[in-house]
């Protein structure tokens, strides 16, 4: 199935540029077939054909398509054991985890497809005309939701399926009717040239243009930044590192046209035990937040990384817990040894930074392993606000544990932080209620607050909330994971006085697709 080839205007394209392999991190071995990256050229054909298939794709009814998300989903089904197979070789994560991330992949194909089948995400709003008003009348005022134009997709490195070439960012681009040119990640480019076979075929089965689906691999600093300011491109999204959306957002805003970029980049998801729930659940809060933060050697973006605790013996307790497990575990491997190679040196830069004790560490790897142990550090809540760099995300398996000495001291940590994914609380009822003005600071911080739970995992449903305030996301109104994630990708198009025939079907009087609108400011599915 595999041939190192680009998907540009419906064909295998070959590489002329820098050669690279795909490698397994395990075992410290080449991956074959060869891999070459794009020329500038390619990137330019890719985007112009997106530009052309835009006029047709953008019209299609919400049932063509979720007919189309539907047939991604299900020729991905059919290649699971193949593709499970190549990522686990490719990444060293758990065959049993990618099995499941095959799942969470085709569940949101389908989930955004009923979403535009169902056709009320179009927020059809409709003010029909008031001849009649004095001293003005109103003219006949309808607006809906429209795409925006050719997207670009960045696939992220740790989830090579469900951040990647049919992840949550094409499929809710897709779905609301744009073309997406995907740039494969480096680390996994045998499992994103499958799941890119998959997508192509199916826009040729679905009798759709070529261009609306581009699978292009090459360096983010020169075929990612053509992609970003080719003119054709109307949006990026982008999950991955701070330095490189902070690049991506950068050459977006130059553009003579500046485009909106959805990145997500870096958060530290602090945690934070409440005294009652330390009183009287300290081993097993201790258990879970090990799980949490050693989950996926710490490759989660939802990662604990933060961890707020009194001083005193109940916490005593709980970081008695925590050495311990941490002491016991085993190093694992990482993604990359690129991505090994960052933690080591930040683990080492963290453990001699003024303060800074280090309580515990797993016994790390013979040399030339990328398999991390998991580390466990402690710094006074005043030490860590002379010293903000210390909430600066490690990717990987460790954790701060912050020491504060009283109520108020909280309050000020809490006001210290940058933008996250998410903020947990673990409490009684009674804990949670009396920290109302702590939780009216983490709305402020986080995306999305969790309490009594642990903030990796991310379900994928209508209400998730995947985004925060930057530096987690370079925009804290959209989120990345849910049905919501649809509206990035789209734009309000108002229709002053059109003829109905004229009108897109949902701001037709008829109602002819049935959907939710707002008329006259109430929410119906009556017709005008």
């Known amino acids: 199935m595999l041939h190192g080839q680009s998907i540009v205007n419906g064909e295998p394209r070959e590489g002329t540029g820098a050669a690279f392999h795909g490698m397994d991190p395990a075992a410290g071995t080449r991956l074959e077939p060869v891999y070459r990256s794009v020329s500038v050229d390619d990137v330019d054909l890719a985007a112009r054909v997106a530009d052309d298939a835009f006029a047709t794709y953008s019209k299609l009814s919400g049932a063509e398509r979720a007919k189309f998300l539907r047939h991604i989903a ?7 054991a193949e593709v499970v197979d190549r990522a686990h070789h490719e990444t060293a994560l758990p065959v049993g985890r990618l099995q499941g991330e095959v799942g969470r992949t085709v569940n949101q194909l389908r989930l955004f497809a009923q979403v535009v089948e169902e056709g009320s995400w179009a927020m059809a709003r409709i003010d029909p005309a008031l001849p009649e008003r004095k001293p003005l009348p109103r003219a006949d005022i309808r607006s809906v939701l429209r795409p925006i134009g050719p997207v670009a997709v960045f696939g992220s490195s740790n989830f090579p399926l469900a951040f990647s070439v049919a992840g949550g960012d094409t499929a809710s681009a897709l779905a609301a009717g744009n073309p997406v040119i995907v740039k494969a990640h480096s680390a996994h480019p045998g499992t994103s040239e499958m799941v890119g076979q998959v ?3 199916c826009v040729k089965e679905c009798g759709l243009p070529a261009g609306v689906f581009a699978l292009i691999f090459g360096s983010g600093s020169v075929v990612g930044s053509a992609l970003v300011e080719h003119p054709s491109v109307k949006s990026v999204g982008f999950t991955g590192s701070l330095q490189a959306g902070r690049s991506l957002m950068q050459l977006a805003a130059a553009r003579p046209e500046p485009i909106p970029c959805y990145m997500e980049m870096s958060s530290t998801n602090p945690f934070i035990v409440l005294q009652e729930a330390l009183h009287t659940r300290a081993a097993q ?13 710490g490759q989660f973006c939802t990662k604990p990384g933060l961890v707020f605790l009194p001083r005193n013996e109940d916490a005593d307790a709980l970081v008695a817990g925590l050495e311990e497990r941490v002491k016991k575990a085993s190093a694992a491997p990482m993604l990359t040894a690129g991505i090994y190679k960052s933690y080591k040196a930040l683990v080492a830069e963290r453990g001699q930074a003024g303060g800074v004790a280090v309580l515990a560490q797993a016994a790390p790897e013979s ?5 991390a142990p998991p580390a466990l550090f402690e710094v006074s809540g005043s030490d860590l606000l002379r010293e903000p760099k210390l909430t600066e995300e490690i990717f990987g398996p460790s954790a701060l544990i912050i020491r504060y000495g009283n109520r108020e001291e909280l309050i000020e940590l809490a006001q210290s932080l940058e933008g996250q994914l998410t903020a947990t609380l673990h409490g009684t009822e ?14 402020r911080k986080a995306g999305r607050l969790v309490v009594n739970g642990f903030p990796t995992g991310v379900e994928v449903c209508h209400a998730m909330v995947h985004g925060g305030p930057y530096p987690a996301t370079s925009d804290s109104r959209t989120t990345s994971v849910g049905t919501q994630a649809i509206y990035r990708f789209a734009r ?15 701001l037709k009087n008829g109602n002819p697709l049935g959907i939710l609108r707002l008329l006259n400011g109430v929410y119906t599915r009556d017709a005008v």
């Open 74 to 80: 299900a020729g991905i089904e059919a290649i699971t």
């Open 199 to 201: 997508i192509a075929k």
């Open 285 to 297: 809060i201790a258990e879970g937040l090990f799980g949490s933060f050693t989950l996926g050697v």
């Open 367 to 371: 040399a030339g392993s990328v398999k």
């Open 430 to 443: 009674s804990d949670i209620v009396g920290a109302a003005d702590l939780v009216a600071i983490l709305e």
């Open 492 to 506: 309000p198009v108002c229709y002053q006085d059109f003829p109905q025939a004229a009108l897109p079907d949902e």
